[in-house]
């Protein structure tokens, strides 16, 4: 069903399950021969979902192989390499933006992301999770049920984007007045261009000097390429669906024209640097993908304020 205003979501449906099938893919990329990430948490939380498909995938019972086509632009095996660097680059920014002496940290559209648990944190170090409620309580019950506890001062705070979260992030105790590290993974791309446009201004109303922020930046699109992209997802999606998994992913995204994530943050008083994704998949060992696999699209984004 296509996105409309207001609509919600739980992690096995809509947008929320993207959040799984991310989480599945950490799981396949960690079960990987030389893997980049380690994360022990994604594939309990994708069972914990209870979407078939996704958990056969998180477990190994289905494996990419099973899902590769000629007909099909970005295989499972390629899409979990992707994430994996993906990952591995968003860890590292937190990584080296605490070495600065930042101790407050933001993840946007949080999901299954499970770095306030996994990741090796300073001491006095706060994380502030924003999602909807529904998800926060989910993962939140769920590693607590799994005997897991955050390696960082965790601060969940359950409100949609749409809504007014920058109050909501102040109730929990964000202080705008210290520096903060925040990411945007995997988010732009389910936000209309003004939407995205709109976070990054209070983002950047939030961001005291020295503050840092790490976006993953989908690639504007012309009008006449949208069908195209759509026709790419649809492929995927098509292929997924003989496994039982019957979800069209084209109808939860936004196309056409926007910023691009990097230009717009320089206009507005950042430092920025930029690399596509396959810069990532090389840094971290992994083959870059073919120009029509669809993520070679995508570029990745470090800003300092």
């Known amino acids: 069903m296509p996105r409309t205003d207001g609509d919600t979501w739980d992690l096995a449906s809509s947008v929320g399950a993207t959040a799984t099938m991310v989480a599945a893919a950490r799981a396949v990329a960690s079960r990987a021969r030389n893997p980049v990430i380690d994360d022990p948490y994604a594939a309990p939380l994708v069972l914990a979902v209870g979407v078939d498909f996704f958990t056969k995938l998180a477990t190994g019972e289905l494996s990419p192989e099973d899902l590769h086509s000629n007909d099909s632009p970005v295989g499972i095996r390629r899409f979990a390499d992707g994430m994996a660097a993906r990952t591995r680059f968003f860890d590292d920014f937190f990584a080296d933006a605490t070495t600065t002496g930042i101790r407050q940290a933001v993840i946007l559209a949080s999901g299954l992301d499970a770095r306030a648990y996994r990741l090796n944190w300073p001491q006095d170090m706060v994380v502030f999770e924003i999602d909807q409620a529904e ?103 098509g292929r997924w669906r003989d496994h039982g998994f019957d979800i069209d992913f084209s109808e939860l995204v936004f196309l056409g024209d926007r910023a691009e994530v990097a230009d717009y943050l320089q206009g507005h008083g950042w430092r920025t640097t930029s690399a596509p994704a396959n810069d990532l998949l090389v840094r971290y060992g992994m083959a870059p993908l073919d120009d029509d696999e669809g993520f070679a699209e995508i570029r990745y984004i470090t800003a300092v304020r």
Do not use: C
């Open 135 to 237: 998800v926060i309580e989910f993962k939140t019950t769920t590693l607590a049920g799994l005997g897991a506890t955050p390696s960082a001062e965790l601060r969940p705070v359950g409100v949609d984007l749409r809504h007014d979260w920058p109050a909501a992030l102040a109730d929990a105790g964000f202080d705008a007045a210290k520096p903060t590290a925040w990411i945007a993974e995997g988010l732009f791309g389910y936000l209309p261009p003004d939407a995205q446009d709109r976070l990054l201004d209070r983002i950047t109303e939030l961001s005291a000097e020295g503050s840092r922020l790490a976006a993953e930046g989908v690639p504007p699109h012309r009008a006449e390429d949208d069908e195209q992209v759509r026709n790419r997802m649809q492929s995927n999606s």
